[in-house]
């Protein structure tokens, strides 16, 4: 393929049928009108945690995929249409065998009494999850995480989602040290748990575009590591609205220019597809 941008590409999006503010037709409209030319809708899965209630999608989703169906009808022969889902290690449903390609990420932790905490709801849920789970322990919260975000990698996601989500509230270090041993060796033994032949690791810039932080996912310690493992990278917008289908991707490639990185790949109908960050 020739002409290949990382632009041409949008396949973390969400949309009204989960926590999205627009719907699946505005949405591929907006894609299209931006000139992305393989786009995806990566819908919320259910899962049972109480603060995911009007965040994920039911369990029944059979709406869902009969719009993102007519959707790939409307646009063929102009833009790729992907029906994809963002699976969560806490759902209650396995990967539907209908998706083009999955995202595999973790939002919410499981608790010791059945319960779960979320890691990205809001800084006063994440305070409640550290002491009522973890004994005000953040470290021992977010070696929880990695631990959740290990087991999802060793599925082979064909996306790893927001590897570092953990750091969304934690600007200014408010929660804990991001430079500490402890923090990074629980997150470089998640990230050496993803099989690089397999899985490719996004560069999201969706908690930019919601004003919670500066940078994109993942932190560049984390980007240098799945460098030196011969990983690839996707740029991800985590779309929530139809203005948002391309944010910080010039952000992104320079976040991942600086990690060493000077390639891309695009998700296409085809599979990935290698392209220049510029």
């Known amino acids: 393929m020739s002409g290949l941008i990382p632009a041409r590409c949008s396949v973390h999006t969400h949309t009204t049928f989960c926590d999205g503010r627009n719907s699946a037709a505005e949405m591929a409209a907006a894609a299209f ?11 919320h899965i259910h899962t049972p945690c109480p603060s995911d209630v009007g965040i994920c999608m ?7 995929c009969a719009e993102i169906l007519r959707l790939r009808e409307a646009y063929a022969d102009r833009m790729e249409i992907l029906l994809g889902i963002e699976w969560d290690l806490c759902s209650d449903l396995p990967v539907p065998d ?6 595999g990420s973790v939002h919410n932790l499981r608790t010791a009494a059945d319960g779960y905490c979320c890691v990205d709801w809001n800084a006063e849920e994440l ?12 470290e021992a919260m977010a070696e929880a995480y990695y631990a959740a975000v290990a087991e999802v990698a060793a599925l082979r996601p064909t996306i790893l989602g927001h590897v570092d989500l953990i750091t969304k509230l934690n600007a200014g270090g408010r929660f804990f040290d991001e430079a500490s041993k402890r923090y990074r060796v629980a997150a470089l033994d998640a990230l050496h748990r993803a099989d690089p032949a397999a899985t490719v690791l996004e560069i999201n810039t969706g908690a930019m575009a919601r004003g919670y932080r500066h940078t994109p996912y993942p932190a560049q310690f984390l980007l240098k590591e799945w460098k030196q493992m011969g990983g690839r990278i996707i740029l991800t917008a985590d779309a929530h609205s139809a203005d948002g289908v391309l944010y910080g991707y010039e952000a992104a490639a320079a976040w991942a220019e600086a990690a060493g990185f000077d390639r891309a790949v695009l998700l296409t109908a085809g599979g990935f597809a290698d392209c220049a960050l510029k």
Do not use: E, L, N, Q
């Open 127 to 138: 305070a409640r999850g550290r002491d009522a789970c973890f004994g005000g322990d953040m």
């Open 58 to 64: 039911t369990a029944d989703m059979t709406d869902y």
């Open 33 to 43: 009108a931006a000139g992305v030319k393989h786009y995806g809708f990566s819908g």
């Open 98 to 103: 209908w998706a083009d390609y999955w995202i």
